[in-house]
């Protein structure tokens, strides 16, 4: 199974490489001046071509251990990784809709409460303090500005 | 002016309140992150990076070298107290810093690191001073040819000791390369692989991508692992006796040594300054095989090595303008972000900055000293605090981090992007490393190399006219050829890259 994981990235890689090409072709490859924006480019993505096709070379020949171990973590694990991702993914999309103090509030009070288990007197006040406390502190002490809500009635409540 | 009247005058810029209170928050901040499991140096310093906007760049780079080493004490105290190294430079004084905890010498194992680490890291500072002048009198004798040969040079060393697999290393330099090369073309501003988005027009930002890369990958892993509470081992006094003093000084001499000589070589990571140093005091030791048993020396040399490596690791960005390792290339974004180039220029046009941050280095490692020693039993409690509750603390710091490169969710878009991608590729062992160090290096090198090939008129026959140049690539070429000899000679080879 790890064996296949290997396989495909190196393809994966290898068009990417490809697709890198052929883009850097369409930029100037040299000029009167001497090498143009597609120089650089181009000669990298030809160097990653060939190692991605080292790589999956070696990972044809490949009889180790490595490549009969899991790749992918159990379900459990798998849900865990799903929400934090869903969970940072969800607090970026909706930050500048619903300002970062009910955004952020919101992700820390589910990733504590649900991943991290804590009671809800904890989470509640780590996720105030990280939502609402973080907002005015970075704002007045550090001058760092950070979204608020473009929602009327939210930015009415100064959310 | 001389190393030390220039020292002078870093001193006068480095106790400035200001600039001593920032020192003071880095060395703090960074004893933190060391503390935190989850969360490493490089990522630390890229979320402390937006913070530093509105500062002056002084005491902006003054603070995030601080936290740079400062990570390397905090990370003893997880060894010790818990048996899991808050950062990988530590990882190795679980083995007899551990053992000193359970015998109930918690205490003296981390006085005497935190004293190691003091002397390792001011050992490594006055190198740098006495080093600083005829290393950057040298570097500004270099053109493009040679700007280019010695960046080659840094990366193949970078690449050749990174991780397992050459072959891995290598894909992932040309990657942070190819990244490098999203954005306005550094020679003739031409917009590149922009796929006509505002937010790419400067380049892909590196803040999101470290914190990505070290920080949401990290947390990701350990989201796999489960969040578990760990077990802490108690405190005891902090005092040595006088035996375990005088078993300190011969580790101590040797671990700054090891230290600052790898700090000095691209590539060289404070593990293995810790690992060698752990290895010399074996061999110097009398009863070897009372290592891993509670001995002072296998405290005292590795993490003296891994101070002295942090500090000494900065001696190639000072005066050549190399990161020499992955959260060195992040300093070396703030200098970037703050409109100064770190190397030989930097001394010539703005000595008061580069002499206070080096004398803050003094200064940092004093207060370090400080803050693990008498301050120890905040970190302890610290350590108390579970991991469940961390995390997201950990999280919402590098979504605020990464919104604040640019107030846009497109960067936070890009850090979970990278945050995945890296998940992955560190399951299949590619190295991160080279990749962090060729995105901040690679317009710096396109453009040395298209100077020189615009002076050449397009001939390749310029990289070996010059001595310098011709002897640098040779070097370059030695140390990424060797691994595939090496490979073949043992005939096998493997995924993992356990023959490479």
């Known amino acids: ?159 | 002016m001389n190393a030390f009247s220039n020292l002078m005058m870093g001193f006068s810029v480095a106790l400035a309140p200001a600039n001593l209170l920032l020192a003071f928050l880095g060395s703090a901040i960074g004893t933190l992150i060391g503390v935190l499991p989850g969360i490493g140096p490089s990522a630390g310093a890229a979320l402390l990076i937006p913070l530093t906007f509105t500062m002056e760049p002084t005491g902006a780079i003054i603070m995030l070298t601080a936290l740079f080493y400062g990570t390397q004490y905090g990370g003893t105290i997880t060894s010790v107290l818990l048996n899991v190294p808050g950062e990988a430079a530590s990882a190795i004084t679980c083995l007899d810093g551990h053992a000193m905890a359970k015998q109930g010498r918690a205490g003296t194992a981390l006085s005497l690191a935190a004293i190691g680490s003091f002397m390792g890291g001011l050992f490594a500072t006055l190198c740098l001073v006495v080093a600083a002048i005829p290393l950057t009198k040298m570097a500004l004798q270099f053109g493009p040819v040679e700007s280019f040969a010695l960046l080659t040079v840094g990366l193949s060393l970078m690449m050749g000791l990174a991780g397992k697999s050459i072959i891995k290393a290598l894909m992932m330099g040309v990657l942070g390369l190819l990244l490098a090369m999203v954005g306005l073309d550094p020679v003739r501003g031409m917009p590149r692989f922009t796929f006509d988005r505002l937010e790419l027009m400067d380049g892909i930002g590196f803040i999101p991508i470290i914190m990505g890369i070290f920080g949401l990958a990290e947390v990701l892993s350990n989201a796999e692992d489960g969040f578990g509470t760990m077990k802490l081992a108690k405190m005891s006094s902090l005092f040595p006796t006088k035996q375990d003093l005088k078993d300190s000084v011969g580790p101590i001499a040797r671990g700054s040594l090891i230290g600052t000589g790898l700090g000095l070589i691209p590539g060289m990571t404070g593990s293995a300054a810790s690992f060698l140093s752990y290895i010399a005091e074996k061999k110097a030791s009398r009863t070897p095989e009372k290592f891993g048993t509670g001995m002072v020396q296998g405290v005292v040399g590795p993490e003296t090595a891994n101070n002295a490596h942090a500090n000494g690791a900065l001696i190639p960005l000072f005066t050549l303008g190399i990161p020499s390792s992955p959260t060195v290339a992040v300093i070396m974004g703030a200098f970037m972000m703050h409109g100064l180039i770190p190397g030989p220029f930097l001394f010539q046009e703005h000595p008061d900055i580069a002499w206070g941050v080096i004398a803050s280095f003094v200064i940092g490692n004093l207060m370090l000293l400080i803050l693990n020693l008498p301050l120890i039993g905040i970190w302890v409690k610290i350590l108390k605090i579970p991991y469940g509750l961390l995390f997201a603390i950990i999280l919402a710091f590098m979504i605020i981090g990464s919104y604040s490169v640019n107030n846009s969710v497109f960067e936070i878009g890009i850090m979970v992007v990278f945050g995945i991608v890296s998940y992955f590729l560190r399951k299949m062992d590619f190295p991160m490393a080279p990749l962090v160090l060729t995105l901040i290096l690679g317009p710096q090198m396109e453009r040395s190399l298209r100077q020189s090939l615009e002076i050449s008129q397009g001939s390749f026959a310029i990289f070996i006219e010059t001595p310098l140049s011709a002897v640098l690539f040779a070097i370059a070429a030695v140390i990424l050829i060797a691994p595939a000899f090496k490979s073949l000679r043992k005939g096998k080879n493997s995924i993992s890259g356990e023959s490479t």
Not at chain 1, 53 to 77: G, I, N, Y
Request: charged content about 10%; overall charge positive; glycine content about 8%.
């Open chain 1, 1 to 159: 199974m790890n064996k296949n994981v290997h396989l495909g990235t190196a393809i994966g890689f290898f068009l990417f490489a490809a697709v890198i090409m052929v883009q850097s072709l369409e930029l100037q490859f040299y000029t009167n001046l001497g090498p143009g924006p597609g120089f650089f480019p181009f000669i990298l993505s030809s160097i990653f071509a060939v190692l991605s096709l080292v790589w999956f070379m070696q990972s044809m020949r490949d009889t180790s251990s490595e490549t009969k171990r899991r790749f992918l973590p159990d379900r459990a694990a798998l849900l865990r990784i799903g929400v934090v991702i869903v969970a940072v993914s969800c607090a970026a999309l909706v930050m500048d809709l619903i300002g970062y103090q009910l955004a952020m509030f919101i992700f820390l009070f589910v990733l504590i409460k649900f991943l991290g288990k804590q009671k809800y007197l904890v989470t509640t006040i780590v996720s105030l303090a990280g939502s609402v406390g973080i907002f005015h502190l970075f704002g007045k002490v550090l001058s760092l500005l950070l979204p608020t809500s473009t929602l009327p009635f939210l930015a009415v409540l100064g959310l």
